[in-house]
């Protein structure tokens, strides 16, 4: 769970470990946090797409 919020939530690792399991629990199984890990992972699937494309136009050369 700490993991995850340094890596969704942007905490750092001394403030996820000091943060309550409750309280942690609550903030990940927010639906605004589920509606930011979407967009979060939209976004990366976009950045994925042009690095591909771009890694395919530069084999072609």
């Known amino acids: 769970m700490r993991a995850e919020l340094v890596m969704y939530a942007g905490q750092p690792f001394d403030v996820a470990s000091a ?3 409750g309280d942690a629990r609550s903030l990940l199984d927010s639906k605004t946090m589920d509606g930011w890990k979407k967009a979060r992972d939209n976004q990366t699937a976009i950045l994925i797409g ?8 530069i084999r072609a050369r």
Do not use: A
């Not at 690095?51 to 136009?57: E, F, H, T, V």
């Open 19 to 21: 943060m309550s399991m």
């Open 50 to 57: 042009i690095n591909n494309r771009l890694d395919s136009l």
